[in-house]
């Protein structure tokens, strides 16, 4: 039954995204099911709302996303109760307003992460979660790229390409446990339970997919959706290349971190 439930997991991820996006998400979804979040929820840094629309069986309370374009791009899917154009560390809720908030793969988007993270404590309830994923300090170090370059002699490159990969990634953090936990302390949160997923080997296929990724960008321009023809006889290859790091996705050298939090009572 488990294993049925994450195939299917797999599978929607890999019929609506390409598979370089697909294979990290589907996973980060696997880490979803069955964690309990008491409501009202809201989900900072919502975006286009494609993750919500395939990871939760329910609408969730409030979305929230600083731009324009995601926003109203997942109004289609219907899975926010509320929408809202807003920063994350301006957020237009009064205190102890939730109960969780949930954030997938934002927070390293955002520079001025701090105020973000003391925000969401003044809006949440005292025992409140606070659940999120971001790539972490292993990330810039593990990008094939910087591997090679370094392997090769050329270490002034090496550094060069993996400035350049987190530049168009738009990581402005990427951050050590350590790091997070004097962060969270801060603002008043402890750690409830953390772990690293996403191996340096799968990071590798996930980077040459954005090399290979430009088809599934013409059709997102030009017909709204990243995948054609979402048959799995059209997307077998994808399938065994995201297989591996789904069925293994707990890393001890982990390229992401996914975090559970509790605001202190």
Not at 73 to 101: C, M, N, T, W
Not at 174 to 180: H, L
Not at 183 to 205: M, P
Not at 247 to 264: E, H, Q
């Amino acid at each position: 039954m488990i294993e049925e439930r994450n195939e299917q997991i797999l599978w929607r991820h890999l019929s609506s995204l390409p598979y370089f996006r697909a294979m990290v998400r589907a996973i980060e979804d696997r880490f979803y099911q069955g964690l309990e979040l008491p409501r009202p929820i809201l989900d900072l840094g919502s975006g286009d709302g494609h993750f919500t629309s395939v990871t939760f069986s329910q609408p969730l309370d409030v979305g929230v996303d600083p731009w324009w374009g995601p926003l109203l791009e997942s109004k289609k899917y219907h899975v926010y109760r509320l929408l809202i154009q807003g920063d994350g560390g301006r957020l237009p809720f009064p205190s102890q307003a939730f109960s969780s908030v949930i954030s997938n793969s934002v927070l390293e988007h955002i520079p001025h992460v701090d105020e973000v993270v003391k925000e969401i404590s003044r809006i949440l309830r005292p025992g409140g979660k606070f659940v999120f994923c971001v790539p972490n300090h292993r990330f810039p170090e593990s990008v094939l790229g910087k591997q090679v370059l370094s392997r090769l002699g050329f270490s002034a490159w090496a550094d060069g390409y993996s400035r350049f990969f987190n530049r168009i990634s738009r990581h402005y953090h990427c951050d050590s446990a350590e790091v997070w936990g004097q962060r969270l302390s801060s603002a008043g949160f402890v750690i409830e339970k953390s772990w690293d997923y996403f191996s340096s080997k799968a990071l590798h296929k996930m980077e040459i997919g954005h090399a290979l990724g430009l088809p599934a960008l013409f059709w997102k321009k030009i017909a709204g959706r990243w995948i054609l023809l979402p048959q799995k006889w059209n997307l077998w290859f994808a399938y065994l290349i995201a297989r591996e790091s789904f069925s293994s996705p707990y890393s001890p050298d982990g390229v992401y971190s996914f975090y559970i939090t509790r605001k202190v009572d």
